[in-house]
């Protein structure tokens, strides 16, 4: 990485306080309450059609016989993909003291937080009798009855809620140093109870900082396994199983690049857009769009490589069941799917080879959309093409969403959206003490020497208050 | 900085922290005992359509289950008795009384007696009654005292946990075949030997996978 300054503009302690919380005590702007419109019409979409859903049964979905997993599954996985940029950026890009990760790690983990309460809509939507949903969990019951602890379907229950916790302590730790900040700019009474009470009596002292600094070690360590291990799980869903295209050894770190992939894409298409609106061009720089565009890149071609290598493998194997569920990926009624997630996810991403492009806005956001658009066709390729044609030729069939299908699916973006517009409102969207710290000003020597943040260079020069005059 | 809450506040933290994790083990708790049948139906006794007292003709008279409910032996399903067995005795005995007309009208007429379901099992799950009657399942071991009943009560929750008790563990429950109708028996010291030999002896294997009552 070359050593241009993270942040363009020499902004002053000051300057970053008041740019990040600035946005969450003015007024509230008409493009704000026009966007959490359109974000809670999805909302309204999502709960109409899950209120539909109970009410008639997993029937006004488009699953068929051979197809019996759809959209909810295709779904589920994308949105716990993209909640895995955030606890990459926030547990492991902190263990490697990568400072960029600063300027972004807050709202990727607020992403990733509500990305998983997206996802975990519909692993709680899709049992049909939903009245028995918490039979996934294992609670004692008097049916005397436990859930299969062989099945992956459980691990995943208890990867995506660990998950799930860990993301949200992570995120709320993170946070109240910046709480504490804005509930002592508190102009009104309330607002400084409820910041008081969030940021939990946080005074700046040492003692904080140590705690603090020693939690979030911790819970970065604690989170790192979990980048890992989340989507591997999330991946024996498939793996575990007997269908050709599914049962792969290469499903766990194919769905872990994959996840990352998604994830980065998604924190650059928000961060686009929140930068610009925002006016955080200072802080969230060109310069961390880069380096995730760089990421994007990297993790693209790694999944490229993936499905590249399942061919090779199904060809090696000489199973000509396994060959044939590939050749129908590739070539069957759903090539359309397949060509789309092979353009979306493995070409496009190449042009960041380039630096004038994985430096442009325009093309970066693009892309990043591109991306996600494939990684869902990933997900949809694994599980509609594999299954369409099983086993028993004369039960092979051809799936389609139904409406319900696909308006659940735009309404999980209204619920997403309604959740990260309340966060960029009410919460600080840049992690302000963090930001601070990377600093050159936060080194405890920058005042050393002439105060030029030369600390270095001051040895040999003699103090300025002693030297010249002899 | 003015301190914005007083000192006691600094309790708050703490005081969440338990009364998130003692909520949650307060909710299943509560989940687990006020959700099941045990709390839910057991005590379950409707008025029936005649004042028809266990306690009298099973008790004080000592007439055999198997009088009235001729089929538990040989049938899944337990069947009330129909007005011609009352009549069998009440032809002759209490022809006037009052509490006997329904079943009068009904014997009259042929129209059933309307009696009221107690011990209900939901549609998805199968019992029968003879398997558990010729392997040593007694009367009372899932009805209760009926001989001292006035008016049938569910006393037991007839909940799937409760049908796994005896399933998986059989030896502490059966009793001679000769015996299952008896109220009131007494098991003798060495009966979970005694079982324990006879499900050896005749391989009694109660099934614990799911499709033996849900099919």
């Known amino acids: ?53 109970f009410w008639n049964g997993i029937g006004v979905w488009g699953l068929n016989n051979p197809v019996g997993w759809g959209y909810a599954i295709v779904n589920f996985v994308f949105w716990v993909g993209i909640g895995h940029a955030g606890t990459l950026i926030s547990a492991i890009l902190f263990l490697f003291r990568q400072q960029w990760r600063t300027a ?102 040492n003692r904080h900082w140590r705690n603090y600094e020693k939690a979030y070690l911790l819970l970065a360590a604690l989170a790192t396994p979990l980048v890992l291990s989340v989507h591997s799980v999330v991946s024996f869903d498939f793996a575990v199983s007997i269908v050709p295209g599914w049962h792969t050894t290469i499903f766990p770190p194919y769905f872990v690049a994959g996840a990352i992939f998604s994830g980065f894409a998604m ?33 693209g071609t790694m999944v490229g490589f993936a499905y590249i290598t399942e061919f090779f493998m199904a060809w090696y194997s000489g199973v000509q069941y396994e060959q044939y569920a590939f050749l129908n990926r590739a070539f069957g009624p759903y ?31 693009v892309v990043s959309i591109l991306v996600n658009v494939g990684m869902w066709f990933e997900r949809f390729v694994i599980t509609v093409t594999s299954l369409h044609r099983d086993y028993l030729p004369s039960s092979w069939d051809y799936y389609s969403p139904t409406a319900v299908d696909v308006l659940t699916f735009v309404g999980s973006f209204g619920l997403f959206f309604t959740l990260f517009l309340l966060f960029l409102r009410f919460m600080p969207m840049v992690a302000i003490s963090e930001v601070k710290g990377i600093k050159p000003e936060a080194d405890p020597h920058y005042y050393d020497g002439h105060g030029d943040g030369q600390a270095g260079n001051a040895l040999p020069t003699p103090a300025p208050g002693a030297s010249t005059t002899a | ?65 198997q009088y009235c409910h001729t089929q538990v032996e040989n049938a899944a399903y337990s069947n009330v008795p129909a007005t011609q067995t009352c009549m069998n005795c009440h032809n002759q005995i209490r022809t006037e009384s009052l509490k006997l007309l329904p079943v009068r009208e009904s014997w009259a007429t042929g129209a059933s007696i309307p009696w009221v379901k107690v011990h209900q099992l939901p549609d ?31 006393v037991e929750p007839l ?31 060495d009966f979970v030997s005694r079982n324990l030999e006879r499900v050896r002896r005749e391989n009694i294997q109660p099934p614990t996978n799911c499709s033996a009552c849900h099919y």
């Open chain 2, 124 to 154: 998805y799950a199968h019992f029968a009654h003879n398997v558990h009657i010729t392997n040593g399942v007694a009367c009372e071991t899932c009805h209760g005292r009926v001989d001292q009943m006035e008016v049938v009560k569910l």
């Open chain 1, 335 to 365: 090539a359309w799917a397949y060509w789309t997630m092979m353009s979306c996810n493995l070409f496009f991403p190449q042009f960041f080879w380039f630096k004038k492009l994985r430096t442009s806005i325009p093309f970066m956001f």
């Open chain 2, 1 to 65: 900085m003015p301190q914005i809450f007083s000192r006691s506040a600094n309790l708050l933290p703490t005081l969440s922290l338990l009364a998130v994790a003692g909520g949650g083990i307060a909710a299943i708790l509560f989940v687990w005992y006020y959700f099941s049948p045990e709390y839910t139906d057991v005590g379950y006794a409707p008025e029936q359509p005649v004042a028809y007292s266990h306690r009298l003709h099973a008790g004080e008279l000592g007439i055999n289950c």
């Open chain 1, 104 to 205: 972004i790690n807050r709202s990727a983990e607020a992403m990733t937080v509500f990305a998983v309460i997206c996802a975990l809509v519909f692993p709680g939507i899709h049992v049909g009798r939903v009245w028995a949903a918490y039979w996934m969990l294992p609670i004692p019951n008097q049916m005397e009855m436990w859930p299969q602890f062989k099945s992956p379907l459980l691990w995943d229950v208890f990867a995506v809620s660990v998950y799930f916790t860990v993301s949200l302590t992570f995120w709320y730790v993170g946070m109240i140093p910046d709480l504490a900040t804005m509930r002592d700019r508190a102009t009104t009474k309330i607002r400084q109870r409820v910041l008081g009470v969030l940021s939990m009596g946080w005074t700046g002292a």
């Open chain 1, 1 to 53: 990485m070359d050593d241009s300054p993270l942040f363009g503009a020499d902004l002053s302690f000051h300057e970053i306080t008041e740019k990040v919380s600035s946005h969450t005590e003015k007024k509230t702007p008409l493009a704000w309450y026009a966007a959490f419109s359109i974000a809670n019409i999805g909302l309204m979409i999502l709960l109409v059609m899950i209120a539909y859903l």
């Open chain 1, 267 to 299: 924190v650059v298409t928000l961060m686009v857009i929140a930068r610009k609106v925002y006016g955080l061009q200072d802080i969230i720089t060109i310069s961390h769009l880069e380096k995730m565009n760089i990421v994007i890149l990297l993790t």
């Open chain 2, 159 to 189: 909940s799937m946990g409760w049908c796994l008790e005896c399933h998986r563990q059989p030896e502490l429950y059966l009793r001679p075949n000769d015996e299952v109708t008896n109220m009131g028996y007494v098991q003798p010291s």
